[in-house]
């Protein structure tokens, strides 16, 4: 018989709400290695909050979530982070730090609890730097980064993390064009060689249609729709999901939407 492969990421009847809202219900999703899901929706709609739950920082209101083939409170904080990398929207920084320290941040994960980072956890942290950009300004303090650099930083550190599963809200945030491509480049090379898996949460249909195998529409009062990108990237749909008239062009293989 053919082996069968452990799911990267599994939802089981999932149901997840926040402030008397229901965002999803019995929600069923396979994530295999190598897949990119892309999540969809009007502000508000619950993107973050879903994303949060299979981040396993937010408990849902009913089934489960599994990693690896495991649920989060089986395997605890340490070995899920050595699966899955988060990247919320907001980077908060307390207290001063350089571009380097902040980008190590994502080796922790690798170290013991009382470990200090190797020569090896230094070479991964700049090679991540190299790859989002900032190698040549690892010793400014953090705090003087624009959102620009700063979203790339949080991007090297993720990096550095080598999770299996990346989950990422609104990866592209405060970026440029140049810099969008580039980051979007790196999490869609790292699921195509290293065989991750990928979910993102993104505000623009051309990007996912351009990066994503698969789409997750959040379209409010518990209603979701799921399937491949090419299936559910329409502007009929999209249209639909943002409650606004939205026209396709296509040029040279890429689809772009515009309002109409």
Same mark, same amino acid.
């Given at each position: 018989? #053919?082996?069968?492969?452990?799911?990267?990421?599994?939802?089981?009847?999932?149901?997840?709400?926040? %402030?008397?809202?229901?965002?999803?219900?019995?929600?069923?999703?396979?994530?295999? #290695?190598?897949?990119?899901?892309?999540?969809?929706?009007?502000? @508000?709609?619950?993107?973050?909050?879903?994303?949060? &739950?299979?981040?396993?920082?937010?408990?849902?209101?009913?089934?489960?979530?599994?990693?690896?083939?495991?649920?989060?409170?089986?395997? @605890?904080?340490?070995?899920?982070?050595?699966?899955?990398?988060?990247?919320?929207?907001?980077?908060?920084?307390?207290?001063?730090?350089?571009?380097?320290?902040?980008?190590?941040?994502?080796?922790?994960?690798?170290?013991?609890?009382?470990?200090?980072?190797?020569?090896?956890?230094?070479?991964? /942290?700049?090679?991540?730097?190299?790859? &989002? %950009?900032?190698?040549?300004?690892?010793?400014?303090?953090?705090?003087?980064?624009?959102? %620009?650099?700063?979203?790339?930083?949080?991007?090297?550190?993720?990096?550095?993390?080598?999770?299996?599963?990346?989950? =990422?809200?609104?990866?592209? /945030?405060?970026?440029? =064009?140049?810099?969008?491509?580039?980051? =979007?480049?790196?999490?869609?090379?790292?699921?195509?060689?290293?065989? /991750?898996?990928? &979910?993102? &949460?993104?505000?623009?249909? /051309?990007?996912?249609?351009?990066?994503?195998?698969?789409?997750?529409?959040?379209? @409010?009062?518990?209603?979701?729709?799921?399937?491949?990108?090419?299936?559910?990237?329409?502007?009929?749909?999209?249209?639909?999901?943002?409650?606004?008239? =939205?026209?396709?062009?296509?040029?040279?293989?890429?689809?772009?939407?515009?309002?109409?």
């Amino acid at each position: 018989m #053919p082996e069968t492969k452990t799911p990267l990421l599994e939802t089981r009847k999932l149901a997840v709400g926040i %402030g008397g809202v229901s965002i999803c219900r019995d929600l069923d999703l396979v994530l295999d #290695p190598g897949e990119r899901l892309g999540i969809l929706g009007c502000n @508000g709609a619950g993107k973050s909050t879903l994303l949060s &739950v299979l981040a396993g920082l937010r408990e849902p209101q009913a089934g489960e979530v599994l990693i690896d083939g495991m649920r989060y409170d089986a395997i @605890g904080p340490r070995k899920s982070a050595l699966i899955r990398g988060w990247l919320p929207q907001i980077h908060a920084d307390a207290f001063a730090a350089t571009v380097l320290e902040t980008a190590l941040i994502g080796r922790h994960p690798h170290l013991g609890r009382w470990d200090w980072e190797s020569k090896e956890d230094i070479r991964i /942290a700049r090679d991540a730097l190299t790859a &989002v %950009g900032l190698a040549e300004i690892e010793r400014r303090d953090v705090q003087s980064l624009s959102g %620009g650099e700063r979203q790339r930083l949080a991007i090297a550190a993720l990096l550095a993390q080598s999770p299996r599963l990346f989950l =990422l809200d609104e990866p592209i /945030a405060y970026l440029d =064009l140049k810099y969008q491509i580039a980051m =979007l480049d790196l999490f869609s090379d790292a699921a195509r060689e290293n065989g /991750a898996a990928l &979910v993102m &949460v993104l505000h623009e249909p /051309a990007m996912a249609w351009r990066y994503c195998s698969r789409v997750l529409m959040i379209h @409010g009062n518990a209603t979701t729709t799921i399937g491949s990108a090419r299936e559910m990237l329409t502007a009929e749909r999209l249209s639909s999901l943002y409650s606004y008239p =939205l026209e396709a062009l296509e040029s040279r293989g890429r689809v772009g939407f515009i309002p109409k």
